[in-house]
């Protein structure tokens, strides 16, 4: 008797999974053709009406069609050469490597600045000042200064795109190491109480309580950073002069916009997809590491 | 039962206790005198400010007192904190949701070296202590409040301390959780023969669970009375229907009055500010 509930149940659950699942792809792909219609629709009525917002007119110059934009990805790059998606591709996986080394580095650097400073409000009140001022000075006027100062002391094997990698990593380390600070501060007092009854050190209490805490806190932060990296990746790439990168290639583009609008607008199509999946990797993630109650995680 | 705190080296001893939250501001408590022996349970009740919790944790090492001596088990309460002389469990749980039920309870065990083997062992036996055998895998929000603060309790007994601290642990349960929780809690007290000093609101629990109760007045936080608790071990759900119970109540009701517990209190929350401010957990 026992026996036979066991399988009937189990596909109940696992049905349940795919249904789940094969709505948000619905939803998706709901999201996805209603703003393929509303781009589309717009250039319509812009070119029928002849629409003109200042000096902004609505032609295939400034606001291509989406077949255009996605097909040009399939059209070789250049004479005889590869087609534009593989050219893209190689050049999102080389702005990857640059914005992972520039994530890791930063998270670790925000975490650790958190750690110090959750430990000493005299320390927090000395630097936290400078930390937020770090972030109000923008990335394009201090990424020329990172690789003048960084590029002469890189190995061989991290010239030029090691310098891009800290300029990311510049943009990864604030929202962690603010959140983080919150999140280690989170711990409940009482729990606190508890861990000093047990006569614990200062080590256990930051590794068995505080940082568990501070887990949800810091991949909402990691999350921000995720997408964050890659925008000082490919901005890092242009005092850098790194060719090989997204950044090489939007500023190429760029310079072709006039006679092939499609291709930078392609060029920013894979760049939001090299964000989206940074971001969804931190999901998954954060899945898989934090342990709480439903409504602590966000 | 009155007699035996003198038989026997006291657990808690208490001498001329005083404790005044920053330089002339708020006494909690003023030469408060106490001893506590071995297997007793007493309970500490009063109203709100009172200095009932701050003395709990001045008995836990958790604060320090301005005034007077403290031993636990013969020695200074900070070498008996360092030796993990006691358990404490609050008001709630304060159970630490990424880890299961059974990762809880050995959180003591972990933090004082045990092995994996012993810990584990350790863990089965106090799930069968407060009867939650088969919920060792669960996270505590998948347990009821009353489940949790079970699972509190296994985890302030694992390492088997001589004594007990008790910081309202039932008051955030319904009546009848609360009830059988009482019950519980002397069953697991019988078995586990340790000390207990329970602070609580509840002048029949306090009556039903204790050997004596403490009764306390505010401001400065003093003990007004102690009454003595005769009624016959085990205690059963037909304890409070007895007519002792109803006298004892009333003795204790009176104490209260006498020490103006029944007296209006502005401020519920000042005594745990208080604390939270000087622990610098806050």
Redesign the interface.
């Known amino acids: 008797m026992a026996a036979t509930a066991v399988p009937e149940h189990a596909p109940g659950v696992l049905g349940e999974r795919v249904r789940a699942v094969l709505l948000q792809l619905a939803q998706l792909l709901g999201v996805l053709v209603g703003l393929w219609a509303f781009w589309e629709a717009f250039k319509w009525f812009g070119e029928t009406t002849e629409l003109r917002l200042g000096n902004f007119e609505v032609n295939d110059r400034t606001l291509p069609h989406v077949h255009d934009i996605v097909g040009t990805l399939f059209e070789p790059s250049r004479r005889n050469g590869p087609i534009l998606l593989d050219v893209l591709l190689d050049a999102a996986l080389f702005t990857a490597k640059e914005a992972a080394l520039g994530f890791a580095l930063g998270a670790v650097f925000g975490f650790g600045i958190a750690v110090v400073l959750a430990h000493s409000s005299l320390l927090e009140r000395g630097f936290l000042p400078y930390i937020v001022a770090s972030q109000t000075v923008p990335i394009l006027a201090i990424a020329p200064m990172v690789v003048v100062w960084v590029n002469p002391k890189m190995p061989d094997a991290l010239k030029d795109w090691g310098a891009v990698a800290v300029i990311a990593a510049y943009l990864t380390f604030f929202p962690v190491a603010i959140n983080t600070l919150r999140g280690l501060r989170s711990a409940?007092?009482?729990?606190?109480?508890?861990?000093?009854?047990?006569?614990?050190g200062a080590w256990?209490i930051l590794w068995?309580?505080r940082v568990?805490a501070s887990?949800p806190y810091l991949f909402a932060a990691l999350k921000v950073s995720a997408t964050a990296c890659v925008v000082g990746a490919i901005i890092g790439e242009l005092p850098a002069s790194v060719q090989d990168g997204l950044g090489g290639a939007i500023l190429n583009f760029n310079q072709y916009y006039a006679s092939a609008p499609e291709r930078l607008w392609a060029t920013n199509l894979i760049a939001a997809g090299l964000g989206i999946t940074f971001f969804l990797v931190v999901v998954v993630a954060e899945r898989a590491v934090?342990?709480?109650?439903?409504e602590?995680v966000a | 039962m009155s007699g035996m705190e003198t038989s026997r080296q006291a657990v808690v001893k208490l001498e001329r206790v005083t404790k005044q939250f920053g330089k002339a501001g708020v006494v909690a408590l003023e030469d408060v005198d106490l001893d506590i022996g071995p297997g007793e349970f007493v309970s500490l009740i009063g109203p709100s400010g009172c200095g009932k919790s701050t003395l709990l944790r001045v008995v836990g090492d958790l604060i320090q007192p301005t005034g007077g001596a403290v031993e636990v088990n013969g020695k200074s309460a900070h070498q008996a904190r360092v030796d993990r002389d006691y358990g404490i469990v609050f008001q709630d749980a304060v159970l630490f949701e990424w880890r299961t039920v059974a990762r809880n309870i050995g959180l003591p065990l972990e933090l004082a070296g045990w092995s994996r083997e012993r810990r584990r062992e350790r863990v089965q036996e106090m799930l069968e202590l407060v009867e939650l055998s088969g919920f060792e895998g669960h996270h505590p929000w998948q347990l009821s409040g009353g489940m949790q603060q079970r699972v509190s309790i296994a985890r302030a007994l694992s390492f088997e301390p001589a004594l007990l601290l008790m910081d309202e642990p039932f008051g955030a349960l319904d009546e009848m959780t609360r009830e059988r929780l009482n019950l519980e809690l002397l069953r697991i007290w019988a078995a586990s023969g340790s000390t207990v000093v329970f602070v609580t609101h509840s002048i029949s629990e306090a009556v039903f669970l204790s050997t004596r109760v403490v009764v306390m007045s505010p401001r400065p936080g003093r003990i007004t009375g102690i009454v003595d608790v005769d009624l016959p071990q085990p205690r059963t759900f037909r304890t409070r229907e007895e007519p002792r119970f109803a006298e004892l109540i009333r003795d204790v009701r009176r104490t209260l009055r006498q020490g103006g517990g029944f007296e209006a209190e502005e401020d519920d929350h000042l005594e745990e500010r208080l604390i939270a401010a000087e622990e610098g957990t806050t």
Do not use: I
């Open positions: 409940d007092p009482r729990a606190l109480e508890l861990m000093r009854s047990y006569a614990s256990p068995k309580l568990p887990l934090v342990r709480r109650a439903p602590h």
